[in-house]
């Protein structure tokens, strides 16, 4: 009878939904980040909005990708889906990323690894399938402009993924494997090696699937390295690299389907840091190098004639960043530093029969480079025990568009011992591309920045010897000089107008039973596509002895599928779980669940989702 308790108990929790870790649902005091200073941060003196969503959340729901969780567990974030697996490039892609409305497909929201951009070099915008959790340690998410550290294309947030590495002595190995609907497999290895002064990552990942939908094929390889060395106890170095490919296909809408639409994606990183950690002081000086070959067969339609070419591009972005942080006296931290990139681009089309490069007039003018250098200061400062000030500045010269001053500023005022109240006010900015400068004919080189002002204030506070916490954020925010297409050329002529209210809160129950919930809702004045108007997250984690059982019930209303004339928008209800069995300290069994209600919906207009889906595998620790 007890074991038949074991057995029954988790299944009653499934219509509930899952835990995360977040700035504002943590009941832990000591939760730092680095994400809106650089350096290790009490997040509790800072003025940002910043969710922070640990590996343990990250993986317990056996995702291979770190976007799927975040849309669950970080308000006001959105991310686009077309299938089982896989984001994709080129027409009909998924994985477009909003935060606020504001949208990363457009360039406004940066994604970063360990504090480096990450982008595709000529079209501004983050590549949505290289973002995998056997790199991750925790995903930082600031909301709201982070222009004044991280430049250009962080004009409406960031998202700041830091990488695993092995803090004591000892090996760890994993292997994850899993497979499920549509033919879909994922498979995942990775050791750690900690020896003295010496530490190791190795990762690598392979996955596929059919996907849902004749022609929507996904594979993809992936493969992460991190080395590290203590010089002393004060001087570290490091260098990683991760890289991935993967070969996307796009079946087009229901209404007109696509054939040989084809995308074949490589994307890489490296990086080479060496850093300093005092009592009064640290920082680092990094160089690193993220590149991109891409190549694309457009396909044809119903009755058309197969591409005689093919689309491929080059792209790579070489960085220096330098920053020092120092505590000048009792409660001040001061931090400068120094950017400079080099970002590199190339479009081409070459022959599909002979490989050799085609004469193509008006793809590009022949302008491939540019360079920005930049540097900032930001100032915090603690004037009482219950205030804090923080200012920050930076001036950025680009090559083409020439210099911008970003400020911003905030204050932190805690009435208590277990709430804050921030204020905070923040520029944010957005070079024009490549593509919108060079590329096709609504081509112009005359193109300024794009520019947004945001004012938000929130209150936090942890309740029940911190058991409990909540959190409320209202902003507002106010962008113009838009790169809009008008009479087939690109111009600064589109203006937004965003604002809304997040609400997030926690509740640990007991040992065993952890509750969640994050809400976000959004006003726009000029609506855009992938941006609903309410999110919200319903979520429960249990655990008891060998068993662990994660769900959660998400509600989206008003997304837009589409805008203007053709404006249509939808509402529906997910609920996913995810199973946990410790079968042997060495082996765990997983089962998830995704869509379990069998919703029909649209997430990208002409491409329906799949009904219920399953996948189940195993996990090997030693």
Not at 538 to 546: M, Q, V
Request: with cysteine; aromatic share 10%; glycine share 10%.
């Amino acid at each position: 009878m007890t074991r038949m308790k074991k057995l029954i108990l988790p299944l009653l929790c499934l219509p509930l939904a899952a835990h995360a870790q977040t700035d504002t649902t943590s009941v832990a005091l000591d939760n730092v980040v680095v994400t809106g200073t650089r350096t290790q941060t009490d997040i509790r003196h800072l003025p940002m909005t910043v969710t922070v969503v640990n590996r343990e959340a990250l993986t317990e729901q056996q995702q291979i990708s770190v976007l799927p969780t975040l849309t669950e567990l970080v308000p006001s974030l959105f991310v686009t889906e077309r299938g089982v697996m896989g984001y994709g490039v080129s027409g009909g892609a998924a994985g477009g990323i909003s935060l606020r409305g504001i949208s990363a497909g457009s360039g406004q929201v940066m994604v970063l690894i360990d504090g480096h951009p990450q982008y595709q070099g000529i079209y501004g915008h983050p590549i949505s399938d290289s973002y995998q959790t056997m790199m991750t340690e925790r995903v930082e998410v600031l909301r709201g402009p982070a222009s004044v550290l991280y430049g250009s294309n962080a004009m409406g947030g960031v998202i700041n993924i830091v990488t695993r590495g092995m803090k004591e002595d000892g090996v760890r190995t994993h292997i994850n494997l899993g497979g499920g609907s549509y033919g879909t497999f994922q498979s995942e290895a990775s050791n750690q090696v900690r020896s003295g002064r010496f530490s190791s990552t190795v990762s690598a990942q392979y996955s596929r699937s059919d996907n849902h939908r004749p022609r929507m094929g996904f594979e993809q390889y992936g493969g992460y390295v991190k080395l590290g060395y203590d010089l002393s106890d004060h001087w570290n170095i490091y260098a990683d690299a991760d890289i991935t490919h993967f070969n996307s296909s796009y079946p087009g809408t229901v209404t007109a389907p696509m054939y040989e639409a084809d995308q074949w994606i490589t994307r890489g990183v490296t990086t080479a840091a060496v850093e300093n950690h005092y009592e009064r002081t640290n920082g680092a000086l990094s160089v690193y190098h993220n590149f991109g070959r891409h190549k694309i067969n457009d396909g044809y339609g119903e009755g058309g004639n197969p591409q005689a070419r093919l689309f491929r591009s080059k792209d790579a972005l070489t960085g220096v960043s330098w920053y020092q942080s120092a505590q000048l006296f009792e409660g001040n931290r001061l931090t400068v530093g120094v950017d400079y990139q080099h970002i590199y681009g190339k479009a081409y089309y070459t022959s599909r029969e002979t490989g050799e490069v085609l004469d193509t007039p008006n793809k590009q003018s022949g302008k491939s480079h540019r360079n920005e250098v930049a540097g900032y200061i930001d100032f915090r400062q603690d004037i009482t025990s219950w205030l804090t000030a923080d200012a920050g500045i930076r001036l950025d010269h680009h090559s083409i568009t020439g210099s911008e001053w970003i400020p911003q500023g905030g204050l932190v005022v805690r009435p208590m011992a277990t709430g804050e109240l921030k204020a905070m006010v923040s520029k944010g900015f957005r070079n024009p591309t490549m593509r919108e400068m060079y590329l096709y004919p609504p081509s112009n080189e005359d193109l300024e920045p794009e520019r947004m002002m945001n004012y938000e204030l929130s209150w936090k506070q942890r309740l029940l010897d911190n058991t409990v916490s909540y959190g409320i954020n209202l902003f507002y925010l106010k962008a113009d000089n838009l790169i809009q297409t008008v009479n087939r050329q690109n111009i600064n002529t589109g203006e937004l107008q965003n604002k809304g209210v997040e609400v997030e809160a926690a509740w640990r129950v007991n040992k065993h039973w952890q509750l969640n919930t994050n809400h976000s809702y959004l006003h726009m004045k000029n609506p855009v596509v992938a941006a609903p108007t309410y999110k919200g997250y319903l979520g429960a984690n249990y655990t008891c002895g060998p068993w662990n059982v994660i769900a959660g019930i998400q509600q989206i209303n008003d997304l837009y599928t589409a805008v203007d004339d053709n404006e249509q928008k939808e509402n529906f209800t997910l609920v996913n779980a995810t199973v946990n069995y410790q079968l042997h300290p060495m082996v765990g069994l997983w089962l998830r669940g995704e869509n379990l209600l069998a919703q029909r919906y649209e997430i990208n207009l002409g491409y329906p989702m799949p009904k219920a889906t399953f996948m189940a595998g195993v996990n090997i620790r030693f």
